[in-house]
């Protein structure tokens, strides 16, 4: 598993939302309160902001080190003014290597994408499958091996294919598409995903099995005013404002940053309950090192 963040609202330097909250992504990197699945986030990290007086595609910076371990982050976070950040700090899934190519989060044009969560067994046939629904360019601009790029490249298919649908369309087809996957593979889905174009966001929180990715938002913070924040953990425990995201849905903030929900139907769901987890889905990996 991973943590992720996402910050829409007024213009605030990168270290306001990075670094100086209590419980910040350097805390939540190194002591996560909430993870499911494995213990800390040290496969690497990523960020990226939008600044579309400048260009409409965002910048994107992301590294195989822990986040900890790397200096540029902070030394650029208090130069860097963005009203629409992500940033990611991962914990790599079972058998998926730590490299930069594997980092969150994921970009193509104007689009960017991360990912909590976990496919589980992918590379057994759910990978071979979803390279299938892929088509150019998006198959040839995959690099690495995670199922949270994957993902992306089918998501931007979808876009690719039917362009009149919109952002928040455009998802629910593609949790349709991964539902239709799981179900021919047996697999277990844990996706927790975000999703931007520069003028758009989506967060998404998911489950087809019993055990689910953490997810909060916040509207009315003290720290952030006139913005809307969601992060797998709150930035600030302490901070009454954050509430949890509800279970099966995805939050759509559009460029006046006015947001609403939305349900993410769930075929797996039945009689009140949704199945248990595999045992390698909650398999333990072992941090680099350790």
């Known amino acids: 598993?991973?943590?992720?963040?996402?910050?829409?609202?007024?213009?605030?330097?990168?270290?306001?939302?990075?670094?100086?909250?209590?419980?910040?992504?350097?805390?939540?990197?190194?002591?996560?309160?909430?993870?499911?699945?494995?213990?800390?986030?040290?496969?690497?990290?990523?960020?990226?902001?939008?600044?579309?007086?400048?260009?409409p595609e965002p910048a994107v910076m992301k590294s195989e080190k822990p986040f900890w371990h790397d200096l540029n982050a902070a030394?650029?976070?208090?130069?860097?003014?963005?009203?629409?950040?992500?940033?990611?700090?991962?914990?790599?899934?079972?058998?998926?290597?730590?490299?930069?190519?594997?980092?969150?989060?994921?970009?193509?044009?104007?689009?960017?994408?991360?990912?909590?969560?976990?496919?589980?067994?992918?590379?057994k046939g759910f990978m071979r499958s979803i390279r299938q629904m892929i088509v150019e360019p998006f198959y040839s601009h995959i690099l690495g091996t995670t199922d949270s790029e994957h993902i992306f490249?089918?998501?931007?298919?979808?876009?690719?294919?039917?362009?009149?649908?919109?952002?928040?369309?455009a998802t629910l087809e593609l949790f349709e598409r991964l539902n239709f996957l799981a179900k021919k593979h047996d697999s277990d889905l844990i996706l927790n995903f975000g999703i931007n174009d520069g003028k758009t966001t989506i967060a998404t929180c998911y489950t087809n099995i019993d055990k689910a990715a953490t997810l909060y938002f916040t509207h009315s913070s003290p720290f952030f005013p006139d913005a809307i924040v969601v992060a797998s953990e709150p930035l600030d425990y302490r901070d009454p404002s954050w509430q949890k995201f509800p279970m099966n849905h995805l939050i759509e903030i559009d460029a006046q940053n006015q947001w609403r929900f939305a349900p993410i139907?769930?075929?797996?769901?039945?009689?009140?309950?949704?199945?248990a987890a595999k045992p390698v889905t909650l398999k333990i990996s072992t941090p680099v090192g350790e």
Not at 21 to 36: D, G, K, S, W
Not at 153 to 169: S, V, W
Not at 265 to 275: S, V
Request: proline letters at 9%.
């Open 1 to 55: 598993m991973c943590r992720m963040g996402i910050y829409r609202g007024k213009p605030i330097t990168l270290k306001r939302f990075i670094f100086d909250p209590p419980h910040n992504f350097v805390e939540q990197a190194r002591t996560p309160r909430e993870m499911v699945i494995t213990p800390i986030n040290v496969d690497g990290y990523g960020l990226a902001w939008y600044n579309l007086d400048l260009h």
């Open 265 to 275: 139907p769930n075929p797996f769901f039945k009689e009140g309950a949704l199945p």
């Open 153 to 169: 490249n089918l998501y931007l298919t979808i876009r690719h294919e039917q362009p009149a649908l919109t952002m928040r369309e």
């Open 75 to 123: 030394s650029i976070s208090d130069k860097i003014v963005s009203g629409n950040i992500f940033m990611h700090v991962r914990a790599a899934s079972p058998g998926l290597p730590v490299h930069q190519a594997n980092s969150h989060p994921f970009q193509y044009k104007e689009q960017l994408f991360m990912h909590n969560g976990v496919v589980s067994d992918f590379k």
